[in-house]
C-alpha cells in the first residue's frame, strides 16, 4: 500500500463492550497495515455504518441485539454494488464446527472463536483485506476536507440513447366502400306493413265465412218452415 493511499476502513461489531474497546484498540495500533477503525455495539448501528462508509472489513460477533452476525454479513453480500470490495471476519463464541458450517453459507471469508489469540485475528485481518484488494483498488476515493476518505460505490455509467429517425409515414390504403344495409327502423316499419296487410286479408276472408253461413242457416229455417206449415195442411185435410 503506496503512502499516499487512505489506509483501509475496518468496522468493528461487537455487543460486550470490554470485547469491543479490546478488539478495536488492538487493531488501532496495527502499524502493518494502518488500519481506520469504526465501532459499532449491535448489528442495527454496524448495517448502518457499512452502508454509510462501505468498510474495507466488517469484523462480526453473531450473537448480537437487533440484527445479529450473519444478518448483517448477509444483507453485504447480497449488495455486491457496493459491497463487492468489503471482506468480512466472524469473530464469535458459537464453537468452531459452527463457524465451519454456517460461515461460508453467509459468505464469511473467515472466522476466529472465542477466545482468541491476536496473531490469529491480525492474520486473518490481513488475509481478507489482501484477497480483496484489487476490488478495493478500483472504488473511487473521494476527497473530503482535503483528506481521502473511505471507498465509494463507483456510479454507473448512464449510455446515451441515439436519437431516433422519424420513419416517413405511409399513406393508410383505401378500404372498399360496403354496401349499406338497412336500417333496422325502416326494416321494422315494412316487416309491421306487411303484418297489417296479411291481418287485413285474414279479416275480409274471415268476414266473407261469416256471410255465407248467415245464410246457410236463412235458408235452411225457410225451407223448416215450409215442411212445418205443409205438416199442418195435410194434418187438416184427414
Not at 449491535?42 to 462501505?54: I, P
Not at 491480525?122 to 473511505?150: I, M, T
Request: aromatic letters at 2%.
Amino acid at each position: 500500500m503506496s503512502s499516499s493511499a487512505a489506509p483501509p476502513v475496518v468496522l468493528v461489531a461487537e455487543d460486550e463492550p470490554t470485547m469491543l474497546e479490546l478488539v478495536v484498540r488492538h487493531l488501532k495500533s496495527l502499524d502493518d497495515p494502518k488500519l481506520e477503525v469504526l465501532e459499532a455495539p449491535d448489528g442495527d448501528e454496524a448495517w448502518r455504518l457499512a452502508q454509510e462508509v462501505l468498510p474495507d472489513l466488517v469484523v462480526l460477533d453473531v450473537m448480537m441485539p437487533g440484527m445479529s452476525g450473519w444478518e448483517v454479513c448477509r444483507k453485504i453480500r447480497e449488495d455486491q454494488a457496493r459491497f463487492a470490495h468489503t471482506g468480512v471476519v466472524m469473530l464469535t463464541g458459537i464453537g468452531e464446527k459452527v463457524n465451519e458450517m454456517t460461515s461460508p453459507l453467509y459468505g464469511a471469508d473467515a472466522y476466529i472463536d472465542k477466545p482468541f489469540d491476536f496473531v490469529d485475528l491480525d492474520e486473518k485481518v490481513k488475509a481478507a483485506l489482501d484477497a480483496r484488494a484489487s476490488q478495493r483498488d478500483a472504488v473511487p476515493r473521494p476527497v473530503r476536507n482535503g483528506v481521502h476518505g473511505p471507498a465509494k460505490a463507483a456510479p454507473a455509467k448512464v449510455a446515451k440513447a441515439a436519437p431516433a429517425k422519424a420513419a416517413p409515414a405511409k399513406a393508410a390504403p383505401a378500404k372498399p366502400a360496403k354496401p349499406a344495409k338497412a336500417k333496422p327502423k325502416a326494416k321494422a316499419a315494412r316487416v309491421a306493413k306487411k303484418a297489417a296487410k296479411t291481418s287485413s286479408k285474414h279479416k275480409a276472408v274471415q268476414s266473407r265465412k261469416g256471410q255465407v253461413q248467415m245464410a246457410a242457416k236463412k235458408k235452411g229455417a225457410k225451407k223448416a218452415a215450409k215442411k212445418k206449415t205443409a205438416k199442418k195442411k195435410t194434418a187438416k185435410k184427414k
